[in-house]
């Protein structure tokens, strides 16, 4: 037989199971009461919009161009809704700023590709988010720590990634309530890392998955909008925005996009070319009439539901959780990030909770570049109930106060 593993390209052996996406399997399981997937809410997705929205494009003279070919850049009425929500953020895009995906995660991968090279260096946060690691785990590259908070100079980057025998090639963050910790970056933090890509003549990749899903405090600018405010046009700039419908509309649907300068834009759509030819029509046009209708309802809807849910997580933590566990409090999104006592570790402390406890959560260890957090685990809100966070947290709790007694 062929040996598979000696014929598979080198960047093969980079391509890594997502922890995240085996421990969706446990929300078959009636038993387990399961904090572990980030995905919405089936229960608040716009059925009947989408159901109608389908109905009108089978039943009209718009069928045929549903079902056919398209182009690569994407379904031109949906990007000129999105130019006009990009406006309202403070970034004036026309659409030709505007690329359609499938879905947020195909838009990292194209730009994993379009921008690393073997050993060239890409700054994440520590953590970041596990599917931006393995979308840019393909293409070989070192990472290093980026601190928006942090005083490490251009200079030491730069040198580390030339050490490591490439160069720094853009900073990827997810600005607002990211993925796994939401936390929320601040405009200091912002402009600090807008600063730094300056310096370094480097991309930013701004991941805003979750920019819809504030709860409470103000909104902050995206890092886009504030490069534009500096420079006066898109054109000018070197932070690329990436959005998705998954966590405001339906994730089934797999429509994302980007929005970026042209430049970027023209190298994307021909990568699209080389790839898929073009993201589903009929699922863009769908969209597209139903974010047209009631996106604002929309997303007010799954406020209110999160809200209450990210609620009772923060008062069930806040009553059962032992003292040396500390979490986050988040502004919005859909997790909040544990930090248990130093030696604890998540990955043993999930498999006696799915035996014991009967609760599933992701441990932190797979959202690091470097393989550290331990002692880290990610809970997410979004799919429970006010009962059975309650429960959960409680089971939780009871684990983690006998792990630590135990140790002690």
Known sequence: MLDWESTFATRSSRMKASEIRELLKLLDRPDII????????????????FREAYAEIFDGPSVGAALQYSVSEGYRPLREWLAGQMAALGIPASV???????GSQQGL???????????????????????????????????????????????????????AGGRVKFA???????????????????????????????????????QS??????????????????????????????????????????????CAAE?????L???????????????QMAIATVAGRGFEAQVA??????????????????????????WTKPEGGMFIWVTLPKGSDGAELLAKSIQTAKVAFVPGRAFFADGSGENTLRLSFSCANDRMIDEGIRRLADLIRGEVAQAA
């Not at 979308?135 to 990634?161: C, H, K, M, V």
């Not at 405009?187 to 890509?197: F, I, K, S, T």
């Open 109 to 163: 991968d194209y730009l994993g590709k379009l921008f690393l090279s073997p050993k060239d260096t890409a700054l994440v946060t520590w953590p970041t988010y596990l599917g931006a690691l393995q979308a840019f785990n393909a293409y070989e590259p070192n990472y290093d720590q980026l601190n928006p908070a942090g005083n490490r100079t251009p200079a030491a980057y730069a040198q580390a990634a030339a050490e």
């Open 269 to 283: 759509v021909l990568m699209k070319q080389a790839a898929d030819l073009h993201s589903s029509t009929i699922n």
């Open 263 to 267: 430049p970027v834009i023209r190298k």
């Open 34 to 49: 399961s904090f572990a997937g980030g995905i919405p809410d089936p229960e608040l997705f716009p059925n009947d919009a």
């Open 213 to 258: 899903l504030r709860y409470d405090g103000e909104a902050i600018p995206p890092i886009l909008a504030l490069e534009i405010a500096r420079k006066g046009d898109i054109n000018s700039t070197r932070t690329i925005y990436c959005g998705s419908f998954s966590k405001t509309l339906a994730p089934g649907l797999r429509v994302g996009w980007i």
């Open 96 to 102: 030709d700023n505007i690329f359609i995906t499938s």
């Open 172 to 210: 990827y963050l997810s600005a607002d309530f990211a993925n796994p910790t939401g936390e929320t970056v601040s405009r200091a933090g912002r402009e600090h890392v807008l600063a730094l890509a300056e310096e370094l003549d480097i991309a930013i990749i701004e991941d805003a998955a979750y």
């Open 301 to 326: 809807k799954i406020h209110k539901a999160y809200r209450q849910r990210r609620d009772a997580m923060l008062s069930a933590l806040e009553k059962y959780m032992p003292a040396g566990v500390t």
